[in-house]
Every structure is written in C-alpha cells, then in structure tokens.
C-alpha cells in the first residue's frame, strides 16, 4: 500500500522566502506525481505533474523535482507571497491502476507581508 | 471552458439517510474519480469509472455506490449516513488514460447529524 508523507506539516515565513517542501512515498513504482494546492474549504488546483520519466518541471515560480528510487519529490517555491498561503498536498500514482492517487495530509503554509 | 463542476456546493443530512452527489467532468474527458476527505486529512480514493464501468475501488463499504451516465458525468450515492461521513467530497475527472494530470472540482461539503 502506498502510503505519503509530507514534511513540515505546517510551515510560517515572511513574504520574500525561498521555500522548501517535502514528500516521501513507500512505493517507488509510481508513474505521475502531481502537486496540489488547496484553499481552506475548496477544491484542489493543480500545479505540477512529473512523469516517471522526468526528474523536475516547472512553473513560474514553482519547480517540482522527483527522485522515484529514492521515493521522494520536493517542491520549491521562490519569492514567496501571502497569495501562496494554503494547503500543499503530493499526490503520486501507479499508471497500472488507472491513476489513482494517493495523498498525505499536506503542508499547510502561511506566508505573512 | 468549463472546468469540473459537483452539486450541490454543501448538504446536511441526519444519520440512517441517503446522498446523491452529482459530477460533471472537465471538457473533453471521460473518467471520473471520486474521492473523500475528512478534516484535516488528504484525500482518499473511493473509486473511479471509465466507459460507464467502475475501474476500481479503494477501502471504502458497499454504502458508497456510484454511477456513470454516457455523458461522463457521474453520481455518489451514500446510504444509511454515518457521522463519521461527513466530509468534502470531491470529484477529479481526467482523459482515459493514467497519463495526465487530474483535475478536481470545487467539492460538496456533507454535514451529517
């Protein structure tokens, strides 16, 4: 079974911050890992999908990096902003299975001006 | 274009009722994944349909059923509520296959009492 780790679970930093955010996953078999953001209350928004044949991918000011043998993907933000502020979850799935994912409980991030 | 939309947006209902929960899936895509998530927690899978079939199916009782309409739109019906059912409820919908990203929509928010 697969199971997901993030690590800190919650995090508070100034505005301006370079940030670190960790995932782990037991299963290295994965094919997708896909980072999400989540309002309080809300849906989740997609912001990065790493394939199983990818090491990194990037947006903006997100970039996303994915080690499978080691069973972990870290997100960086750069220059964070109070809009940055939410719940980041990892998700990776095991293309076998038709793309369920699996998700840990996040890291909630406050980002204060 | 209309990205993944679920109705209602909340419901409360008493313990021993019944819920449908509806989904409409992004433009283009036809499978739908179901998923629940509990306070504070991530999001677990219940299950997934494709071709109006259910794929697959995570550890969740025989209460919690669903349905694929030709449109790929789908249906969650819950039966005989529980307290411990109360939570948001989303809808993730992507194209066929385990390769690309998944999105989700904004969630139903069960209250049950």
């Known amino acids: 079974k697969q199971e997901v780790t993030q690590i800190p679970a919650a995090l508070s930093v100034p505005e301006g911050e370079n940030l670190v955010l960790n995932c782990s996953f037991t299963?290295?078999?994965?094919?997708?890992l896909q980072w999400f953001r989540q309002d309080p209350g809300k849906g989740l928004t997609s912001l990065l999908l790493?394939?199983?044949?990818?090491r990194e991918q990037t947006s903006g000011r997100l970039n996303a990096s994915l080690d499978k043998s080691s069973g972990r993907s870290t997100l960086y933000i750069a220059a964070s902003q109070p809009g940055d502020s939410a719940t980041y979850l990892c998700a990776p799935d095991r293309g076998s299975t038709l793309g369920r994912l699996y998700f840990g409980r996040g890291t909630q991030l406050t980002v204060w001006p | 274009d209309a990205g993944v939309t679920q109705s209602p947006t909340h419901l409360i209902k008493t313990r021993g009722q019944q819920v449908t929960l509806r989904c409409s899936p992004k433009?283009?895509?036809?499978?739908v994944s179901w998923y629940q998530q509990a306070l504070g927690q991530g999001p677990q899978f219940i299950f997934q349909?494709?071709?109006?079939?259910?794929?697959q199916r995570g550890n969740f009782p025989d209460r919690f059923s669903g349905h694929q309409f030709p449109n790929y739109s789908s249906e969650l019906n819950v039966n005989a509520l529980l307290l411990g059912d109360s939570a948001l409820y989303l809808c993730a919908s992507s194209l066929g296959t385990f390769y690309g990203t998944q999105y989700f929509g904004p969630g139903t928010r069960l209250l049950v009492l």
């Open positions: 433009s283009g895509h036809d499978t």
């Open positions: 790493i394939q199983s044949s990818q």
């Open positions: 349909y494709y071709e109006e079939e259910e794929r």
């Open positions: 299963d290295s078999a994965i094919y997708n």
